[in-house]
Each structure stands twice: as structure tokens, then as C-alpha cells.
Nanobody, 122 residues
Framework: QVQLVESGGGLVQYGGSLRLSCAASGRFFRVNTMGWYRQAPGKQRELVASITDGFTTNYADSVKGRFTISRDNAKNTVHLQMNSLKPEDTAVYYC????????????????WGQGTLVTVSS
């Protein structure tokens, strides 16, 4: 069983910064793409940023230039540095990962974290 544990959410003022972290634990062979999604009240969950194990990144247009995703493959962790935060960034942020169970696995499985709340006050 693979688990993703997030940390780093909280309350911040407009223009402030927060750093989210997510660590994968459990039994797996490899974690491929990891990413951060968010869900604001009354809205659908959306991709914020993702990063492959080869460090290729992808960002939502709304966060480009403000957020930076990074990862440590040795520690199976992914981070999201969020700068210049706006009230519209308020949401529950979820960590997501794709992983192979064993060396012989051919299909990636998906796992989600429990979510961490980010609140940006105006």
C-alpha cells in the first residue's frame, strides 16, 4: 500500500508564500509523475503543477511564474513553492502520484494524498 502524506498548508496573507511538501511511503518500485491538484469550494479539482521523474514540469496557466514544483527522487518527495499568493489560490491542495508496484509491473497505479488546506486572506 502506497501513501502520500502532505504538509505545509495554512493561512497566509495576500502576496505571501507557502511551501507544500508531499512524501510517498509504502511498498513500490518507482514513482513516476507526481503532481499537485487543488479544489476550491464549489469547483472541480484542477491540476496545479506536475513533474515527471525526469524533472519535466507542467503548470496551470493561473500559477505560472508564481509556483514552482520540485522533487527529490531519492526521497520520493515533491514540493510546491507558492509565491505571490492570491485569494483565488484558496483551496484544498492534493498531492498525486503514479507508481509501479514492482519491477515487473507494466501498469502505473495512482494514489492521492489526504489534502491540505491553503487559505489566502485579502
Amino acid at each position: 500500500q502506497v501513501q502520500l502524506v502532505e504538509s505545509g498548508g495554512g493561512l497566509v496573507q495576500y502576496g505571501g508564500s507557502l511551501r507544500l511538501s508531499c512524501a510517498a511511503s509504502g511498498r513500490f518500485f518507482r514513482v513516476n509523475t507526481m503532481g499537485w491538484y487543488r479544489q476550491a469550494p464549489g469547483k472541480q479539482r484542477e491540476l496545479v503543477a506536475s513533474i515527471t521523474d525526469g524533472f519535466t514540469t507542467n503548470y496551470a496557466d493561473s500559477v505560472k511564474g508564481r509556483f514552482t514544483i520540485s522533487r527529490d527522487n531519492a526521497k520520493n518527495t515533491v514540493h510546491l513553492q507558492m509565491n505571490s499568493l492570491k485569494p483565488e489560490d484558496t483551496a484544498v491542495y492534493y498531492c498525486n502520484g503514479e507508481y509501479l508496484e514492482t519491477r515487473a509491473s507494466y501498469r502505473y497505479l495512482e494514489v492521492w494524498g489526504q489534502g491540505t488546506l491553503v487559505t489566502v486572506s485579502s
